[in-house]
């Protein structure tokens, strides 16, 4: 069996368990979760348990993969909460709140949107990881800069927008300014340094 047979890697998405739930008026809860039948042409423990693979799955397995939830106030003005939360069985901490923030978004002055959150978040980078609590709606595995993304870049403070909306100037683009502060992240770059991509 050549090289690139021994250690191939078939992972198969059963269908995502995608639930909404819309708990009260102000009050929205969405829950996604997946299910993973994996087969690896693989017999060896990964080189993090301290064996010599290089998959993170070996034999067959029927894995349950991650569950996120994400819990979504609105008010009756112009504030809004979120909160998302995760569990994995393959992560260091197996439940956690990977985000809480709250969110001031008025009605257009002059046209443009103004908006403003503050708490826990992701800075506004990815066109990959859209979907609920930070997931990726187009793949199952982030790519490398989504993945450094999640484990580094995740920041405490706040951060303001400024959106011209194509559509209010009779445009084919919108164009947005962001200006945020934030605190306790003085290692970013870290792992970028030690591991690279």
């Known amino acids: 069996m050549s090289f690139a047979y021994k250690y191939c890697l078939i992972t198969l ?4 368990i995608i639930m909404a739930a819309n708990v009260s008026e102000s009050l929205d809860l969405a829950i996604k ?3 993973l039948l994996v087969s690896a042409d693989s017999q060896q423990a990964p080189w993090w348990d301290k064996g010599s693979g290089q998959l993170a799955y070996k034999g067959n397995q ?32 197996p439940l956690g709140i ?6 001031w978004s008025p009605l257009p002055i002059n046209r443009y949107r103004l908006r403003a959150r503050f708490g826990a978040f992701y800075p506004a980078f990815s066109l990959e990881n859209t979907d609920t609590a930070w997931t990726s709606p187009y793949s199952h595995n982030f790519s490398a800069i989504n993945s450094w993304f999640a484990e580094e870049l995740k920041t405490y403070g706040a951060e303001v927008s400024l959106t011209r909306p194509g559509r209010f100037f ?3 683009y919108s164009v947005t300014g962001v200006a945020g502060s934030f605190i306790g992240n003085d290692a970013i770059g870290t792992i970028l340094s030690w591991r690279g991509f």
Not at 64 to 92: C, I, P
């Open 13 to 16: 998405l059963l269908p995502q």
């Open 33 to 35: 979760g997946d299910l």
């Open 62 to 93: 029927l894995l349950v993969g991650n569950q996120v939830a994400s819990l979504l106030w609105t008010g009756e003005d112009a504030f809004s909460a979120r909160l998302n939360a995760e569990a994995s069985a393959q992560s260091e901490h």
């Open 98 to 103: 990977t985000e809480a923030w709250l969110n």
């Open 170 to 172: 009779q445009l084919p």
